[in-house]
């Protein structure tokens, strides 16, 4: 994975916090959220209504120049929201099992809490007020495609309803290793957000931010950083007189 997709795929979480109807529920890549048994029924082991965001498969078809690897090209980034009935709860007014704010726990309305769900989710991505949402659609060139499809499952009495969202963007090139980052670029952008938001937070977080900065950390000639950038062998570089010329002693 590039560090890159870690960082749009970071950036959509936090960009979903509190802004839809799980409220702070937004899962970063869990495994086994909706999960298939070995009789074929869905199921999930979440206690509440859950977003699990996660990125899928990437292909590069275009534009590669030589070996060049640090390109991410087309990009799955997969929205999945779901509700089941063990996160009903009891009215203590009217004792009557509901999902949230009175709504009865019909099917009817596990299908309105997920299509509404879907919806907040498009909102919170393309606000332009989200600063998280505007990380996410900086480290995104352009939409290249939206699939979006349902899933619902009844068994052993527990009812499970899931919608999945897929976006597949085309996600900004990895920097090379050893040469700076502009400050106004999407990647340098994001390290400043999580530093100010996020790191005082999470001790994990903060590791993590340290490994993907020392990933791309070092100082590179602009030799060097052209050979890596388009995985160049210096016969190559030579033939293309990007190498420095002999001096005659």
């Known amino acids: 994975m590039s560090l890159a997709c870690i960082a749009i795929r970071i950036a959509a979480v936090q ?6 109807m799980v409220g702070d529920n937004v899962l970063d890549s869990e495994i086994g959220t909706l999960d298939i048994g070995a009789d074929g029924a869905l199921r999930t082991h979440k206690e509440r209504p859950f977003i699990s965001v996660y990125v899928g498969a990437s292909k590069v078809t275009e534009g590669l120049e030589t070996r060049a690897l640090n390109k991410n090209g087309n990009v799955d980034i997969i929205f999945e929201a779901g509700i089941a009935s063990p996160h009903v709860v009891t009215d203590p007014e009217t004792d009557e099992s509901v999902i949230y704010g009175g709504l009865p726990a019909t099917d009817a309305n596990f299908e309105f809490h ?3 769900t879907m919806r907040q989710i498009g909102d919170a991505l393309n606000d332009p007020q989200n ?3 505007d990380l996410f659609r900086c480290l995104s060139l352009r939409l290249v495609g939206v699939e979006r499809d349902r899933v619902s499952a009844d068994a052993n009495g ?3 309803a899931a919608h ?4 597949t963007t085309e996600v900004v090139a990895d920097p090379v290793r050893g040469t700076a980052l502009g ?3 999407p990647l340098a ?3 400043a957000k999580c530093e100010t938001d996020l790191i005082r937070k999470s001790p994990d977080m903060a590791k993590n931010i340290e490994l993907m900065r020392a990933q791309i950390s070092g100082d590179v000639d602009e030799l060097q950083a052209a050979m890596r950038r388009y995985g160049m062998v210096y016969g190559e570089a030579d033939a293309m007189l990007m190498t420095p010329a002999f001096e005659m002693p």
């Not at 960009?15 to 839809?20: D, E, F, V």
């Open 15 to 20: 960009a979903l916090i509190g802004r839809t």
């Open 158 to 160: 527990t009812r499970l």
């Open 131 to 133: 600063e998280w949402a």
């Open 164 to 167: 999945r969202l897929k976006l």
């Open 189 to 191: 952008r994001f390290f």
């Open 114 to 116: 997920l299509d509404m």
């Open 183 to 185: 400050p106004g670029t």
